[in-house]
């Protein structure tokens, strides 16, 4: 499943990069028959797709993120059915703490799959102190599953429909129909790149070209004591104006310039404060967000604790028993998606926003069929 070299050294498809796109290139192509290589420098998926929430928001994208999510959720919930890895169609809730939260969420519920909620309601859903609060949502599509298991468990599934893993083996190269690695060169009748931020290692001028920088976030994973379980993924009003379908809305300015003058602090840290709980009982809480070319590696503690302090102001609960703090990467421009297909037979791909898992599956399914003229996949292949 994962060799480091193979005598079968061309493919229908080469793919580069293991993360979620890679990885729904490789899906794509599978389930139409062709032969498939994937390549990639480390010995699993250990980047971006494994180092977030785990939280699937499809409901709160908009324009070509909502269509890629739309695409995703049912190639998701396919492979969680096939592979065997955990998911559930919780939806996502928003806990609203001011009335410009509830009219940012008003807004977009005209739109559908939006469900408001009051107090009462949202209180037997999420364990939350009920001081401060003045109703919520429900994001009716959202998924959740675990990152950490969901992207091992797909890379098992693609391998039983016969996908070549090369992990631990460098790409130094491509061009047209052949690809130069650390293990010898693989021709190849179509290549997809999808290395996220690290375009820039592989072919700079596209990545130059895209305005691709690194954003780092900070997350941390908690052991908690909560009177129940959360019942999906939780935002809060600092979502709010991150996501495309509230971000644009007219109430949203207003929200916007009142959380950071009131938390110049948190604006700092350009936060996200969201929730997901995971099905051991830990609880995943960030994130901030830092863009560079080369984001510094030290997190800071200033984030860490703004991070416990507004979940312990949020739940109801004691204070959290943090096991675990990490740094996530993911790719970043101007535009939502790099797509480039400047060279024939290679299409280079990625989410350039912290949406990948999300719109990823989807993302990948509808550039490979419009760059090589694929037919649909066949209904019943998995």
Same mark, same amino acid.
């Given at each position: 499943?994962?060799?480091?070299?193979?005598?079968?050294?061309?493919?229908?498809?080469?793919?580069?990069?293991?993360?979620?796109?890679?990885?729904?290139?490789?899906?794509?192509?599978?389930?139409?028959?062709?032969?498939?290589?994937?390549?990639?420098?480390?010995?699993?998926?250990?980047?971006?797709?494994?180092?977030?929430?785990?939280?699937?928001?499809?409901?709160?994208?908009?324009?070509?993120?909502?269509?890629?999510?739309?695409?995703?959720?049912?190639?998701?919930?396919?492979?969680?059915?096939?592979?065997?890895?955990?998911?559930?169609?919780?939806?996502?809730? $928003? @806990?609203?703490? &001011? /009335?410009?939260?509830?009219?940012?969420? *008003?807004? #977009?519920?005209?739109? +559908?799959?939006? =469900?408001?909620?009051?107090?009462?309601?949202?209180?037997?859903?999420?364990?939350?102190?009920?001081?401060?609060?003045?109703?919520?949502?429900?994001?009716?599509?959202?998924?959740?599953?675990?990152?950490?298991?969901?992207?091992?468990?797909?890379?098992?599934?693609?391998?039983?429909?016969?996908?070549?893993?090369?992990?631990?083996?460098?790409?130094?190269?491509?061009?047209?129909?052949?690809?130069?690695?650390?293990?010898?060169?693989?021709?190849?009748?179509?290549?997809? $790149? @999808?290395?996220? &931020? /690290?375009?820039?290692?592989?072919?700079? *001028?596209? #990545?130059?070209?895209? +305005?691709?920088? =690194?954003?780092?976030?900070?997350?941390?994973?908690?052991?908690?004591?909560?009177?129940?379980?959360?019942?999906?993924?939780?935002?809060?009003?600092?979502?709010?104006?991150?996501?495309?379908?509230?971000?644009?809305?007219?109430?949203?300015?207003?929200?916007?310039?009142?959380?950071?003058?009131?938390?110049?602090?948190?604006?700092?840290?350009?936060?996200?404060?969201?929730?997901?709980?995971?099905?051991?009982?830990?609880?995943?809480?960030?994130?901030?967000?830092?863009?560079? @070319?080369?984001?510094?590696?030290?997190?800071?503690?200033?984030?860490?604790? #703004?991070?416990?302090?507004?979940?312990?102001?949020?739940?109801?609960?004691?204070?959290?028993?943090?096991?675990?703090?990490?740094?996530?990467?993911?790719?970043?421009?101007?535009?939502?998606?790099?797509?480039?297909?400047?060279?024939?037979?290679?299409?280079?791909?990625?989410?350039?926003?912290?949406?990948?898992?999300?719109?990823?599956?989807?993302?990948?399914?509808?550039?490979?069929?419009?760059?090589?003229?694929?037919?649909?996949?066949?209904?019943?292949?998995?």
């Amino acid at each position: 499943m994962t060799r480091a070299g193979s005598a079968t050294d061309s493919a229908d498809l080469v793919v580069v990069g293991s993360g979620i796109v890679g990885l729904g290139a490789a899906y794509a192509a599978a389930r139409r028959g062709l032969s498939v290589i994937v390549v990639d420098r480390a010995d699993a998926p250990v980047g971006a797709t494994i180092r977030n929430f785990g939280h699937l928001c499809i409901g709160a994208q908009s324009g070509d993120a909502r269509r890629y999510a739309d695409i995703s959720r049912e190639l998701w919930l396919r492979l969680a059915h096939d592979a065997g890895f955990w998911i559930r169609e919780s939806g996502t809730l $928003v @806990a609203a703490r &001011h /009335d410009d939260e509830i009219a940012v969420l *008003e807004q #977009a519920s005209g739109d +559908g799959g939006i =469900r408001m909620l009051e107090t009462d309601e949202l209180l037997r859903l999420a364990p939350l102190r009920a001081e401060g609060l003045v109703g919520g949502a429900h994001i009716e599509p959202d998924l959740q599953t675990d990152p950490r298991t969901a992207a091992a468990a797909i890379v098992r599934h693609l391998a039983t429909l016969g996908v070549d893993f090369r992990f631990r083996t460098s790409v130094t190269s491509v061009a047209g129909g052949r690809i130069e690695t650390t293990r010898g060169p693989i021709t190849a009748g179509a290549v997809v $790149v @999808a290395v996220n &931020h /690290d375009i820039d290692q592989l072919l700079p *001028e596209i #990545a130059e070209r895209a +305005g691709v920088q =690194r954003c780092a976030l900070d997350m941390m994973r908690a052991a908690v004591s909560l009177p129940h379980p959360l019942a999906a993924p939780l935002l809060t009003g600092w979502s709010l104006v991150r996501y495309g379908r509230f971000a644009g809305g007219s109430a949203t300015a207003a929200l916007r310039e009142r959380l950071h003058s009131e938390r110049p602090d948190l604006a700092a840290l350009d936060l996200n404060q969201m929730y997901t709980q995971l099905p051991d009982g830990t609880l995943i809480i960030g994130d901030s967000h830092a863009t560079a @070319a080369s984001p510094a590696p030290f997190q800071p503690e200033a984030a860490f604790a #703004a991070f416990l302090a507004e979940a312990e102001a949020l739940f109801d609960m004691p204070a959290p028993r943090v096991l675990e703090r990490w740094q996530g990467v993911y790719a970043k421009a101007s535009k939502d998606f790099l797509i480039d297909t400047s060279d024939e037979g290679v299409l280079v791909v990625a989410a350039t926003t912290g949406i990948g898992m999300t719109t990823g599956l989807g993302l990948a399914e509808e550039n490979l069929t419009a760059a090589f003229g694929w037919a649909p996949a066949m209904e019943g292949t998995s």
